[in-house]
C-alpha cells in the first residue's frame, strides 16, 4: 500500500496582507503531479485544510479544484480530517454523499466512527480519522466528566477505538494535535500555528498512537517524527511565517507492506517564491540584485530612511516587511533575534500572560486569579464562536 500524507494546507492564508492562494496552488499543482506519476493508494491530509471558519471564495475554489483533479480526474480516494483553524459543520457538510466518490472527510467528532478500510494484495488497512477537538467537546460527545486535557481527551478517543479493532488488521491513524514523545511542553514550529489551548496544556503523548502501524499528524508546520519514526507531522506545503525560514517544505509518501512496516520518503515541494530574510545598509540595497521572493528586509542605519518601504520594493517588489536598525548598536549587541522578532514573539505570546501584563501597565497592579480565569473563559468562547 503506498499513500501520501501532507496536512495544514490553510487554503485562504493572509500572510502580511498578502493571500497566498496562487502560490498554493503552485505547490498543489506539484502535489498533483505526484498522484498522476506516483498512483499512491490514497492521498491523506491530516487536517487545516482551510485557514479560517469562514475562508474566502477563491480558497473553497481552490480546494474544490485539487479534490477534482485527484479524485475525479486521477481515480485517487482523499482522506482528510478537519483541524483547529477549520469549521467541522461546514466541512461535514455531504460527506457521506462525497464519500460514493472517494472523499472521506471527518469534519466533525463522533463517539463510534467506523475506520476508512482500503485494501491491497496483503489484505484491508484501517484508517482511524480523529478530528481536532478541544477537551469540552470530547467530554460532551463521550459524557466523561474526567477528561480535562488534550493529553486526556486523545487517551479516551484511541482507547475507544482500540475496543473495535480487529486483530491482525494494519491501523493508520490521522489526528490533528500537539504530539510531544511524552507529552511534555514544547515550543510550536511556527509562529502561524495558532495555540490550541488557552490557559491549559495542549501536548499529547505519543504513546497513545503505538498500536498504530502509522500515524499522519497535522498542526505543527516542520516535518519530523516523534518518537518513533512512524508517528510523523508532514509539515505545511508553504512557509506561512518567517520563523518558518529555514523549514524544508515536503510532504511524505510512505509504503506499507503486508506486515504494516512502513518506509518513508519526503518529497520537497518547490515554492513558487521563496520566503527569507535579509539584513543590508541602504547603501547596499542600493546595489543588491533584485528577487521577487517574500522577503522580510532590516535596514541597517543610525539615520532615518525616508520612504524605507518604497525603496525597499524597488529591489524586492514582493517585501514583505520592512525595519530599521541601528547600525551602531550591533557592535553591542549579540544574539539578535531574527528579523520582526519582537513583533512575531508579541504575536506568539500567551493570550493570558499577554492580557496580564497589559492590565498591569494600565492599572498599575497585578490581575487578580479571579480576573485571570473570567478572561481566559470569555477568551476561548469568543475563539470558539469565531469557528462556528
Given at each position: 500500500m503506498k499513500f501520501f500524507h501532507t496536512a495544514d494546507w490553510h487554503l485562504g492564508k493572509l500572510v502580511q496582507g498578502k493571500y497566498m492562494t496562487e502560490d498554493q496552488r503552485y505547490v498543489l499543482r506539484q502535489l498533483i503531479a505526484a498522484v498522476e506519476q506516483e498512483k499512491p493508494d490514497a492521498v491523506i491530509i491530516a487536517g487545516d485544510l482551510y485557514d479560517r471558519a469562514v475562508p474566502p471564495a477563491e480558497a473553497v475554489e481552490l480546494l474544490d479544484e485539487v479534490l477534482a483533479e485527484i479524485i475525479i480526474r486521477?481515480?485517487?480516494?482523499?482522506?482528510?480530517?478537519?483541524g483547529n483553524h477549520d469549521s467541522p459543520d461546514r466541512l461535514n457538510f455531504g460527506t457521506r454523499l462525497m464519500e460514493q466518490r472517494g472523499l472521506y472527510l471527518a469534519g466533525q467528532l463522533k463517539e463510534e466512527?467506523?475506520?476508512?478500510?482500503?485494501?491491497?494484495?496483503?489484505?484491508?488497512?484501517?484508517i482511524h480519522l480523529i478530528p481536532f477537538a478541544d477537551p469540552a467537546q470530547v467530554r460532551h460527545v463521550y459524557g466523561d466528566d474526567n477528561i480535562k486535557t488534550h493529553d486526556d481527551a486523545m487517551a479516551h478517543i484511541i482507547a475507544s477505538m482500540e475496543e473495535r479493532m480487529m486483530p491482525g488488521i494494519r491501523q493508520i491513524a490521522v489526528a490533528h494535535a500537539f504530539v510531544t514523545p511524552n507529552g511534555e511542553k514544547a515550543?510550536?514550529?511556527?509562529?502561524?500555528?495558532?495555540?490550541?489551548?488557552i490557559g491549559g496544556t495542549e501536548q499529547v503523548n505519543a504513546k497513545h498512537f503505538k498500536k498504530f502501524h502509522y500515524t499522519a499528524l497535522g498542526h505543527l508546520h516542520q516535518s519530523h517524527y516523534v518518537g518513533n519514526e512512524t508517528i510523523?507531522?508532514?509539515?505545511?506545503?508553504?512557509?506561512y511565517s518567517i520563523s518558518e525560514e529555514k523549514h524544508l517544505k515536503s510532504f511524505t509518501i510512505v509504503e506499507m507492506d503486508a506486515e504494516g512496516n512502513c518506509c518513508m520518503?519526503?518529497?520537497e515541494l518547490v515554492p513558487l517564491y521563496d520566503m527569507r530574510r535579509i539584513q543590508l545598509t541602504p547603501e547596499e540595497l542600493e546595489r543588491q540584485e533584485g528577487s521577487d521572493d517574500y522577503m522580510f528586509v532590516?535596514?541597517?542605519?543610525?539615520?532615518?530612511v525616508l520612504f524605507p518601504m518604497e525603496k525597499t520594493?524597488?529591489?524586492f517588489p514582493n517585501a514583505m516587511h520592512v525595519?530599521?536598525?541601528?547600525?551602531?548598536?550591533?557592535?553591542?549587541?549579540?544574539?539578535?533575534?531574527?528579523?520582526?522578532?519582537?513583533?512575531?514573539?508579541?504575536?506568539?505570546?500567551?493570550?493570558?500572560?499577554?492580557?496580564?501584563?497589559?492590565?498591569?501597565?494600565?492599572?498599575?497592579?497585578?490581575?487578580?486569579?479571579?480576573?485571570?480565569?473570567?478572561?481566559?473563559?470569555?477568551?476561548?468562547?469568543?475563539?470558539?464562536?469565531?469557528k462556528a
Open positions: 486521477l481515480h485517487t480516494p482523499v482522506i482528510a480530517i478537519s466512527r467506523s475506520p476508512v478500510i482500503l485494501s491491497d494484495s496483503a489484505g484491508e488497512i484501517h515550543e510550536n514550529t511556527s509562529d502561524s500555528e495558532r495555540p490550541l489551548s510523523r507531522y508532514a509539515g505545511s506545503p508553504l512557509k520518503e519526503k518529497r532590516t535596514l541597517l542605519s543610525d539615520n532615518p520594493r524597488a529591489v525595519e530599521r536598525r541601528m547600525a551602531s548598536q550591533l557592535n553591542h549587541q549579540s544574539g539578535l533575534g531574527p528579523i520582526g522578532s519582537e513583533h512575531a514573539g508579541r504575536k506568539a505570546t500567551d493570550p493570558i500572560k499577554l492580557f496580564a501584563a497589559f492590565y498591569e501597565e494600565v492599572k498599575g497592579v497585578p490581575l487578580s486569579a479571579s480576573k485571570e480565569k473570567r478572561f481566559t473563559e470569555v477568551f476561548s468562547e469568543l475563539l470558539k464562536e469565531e
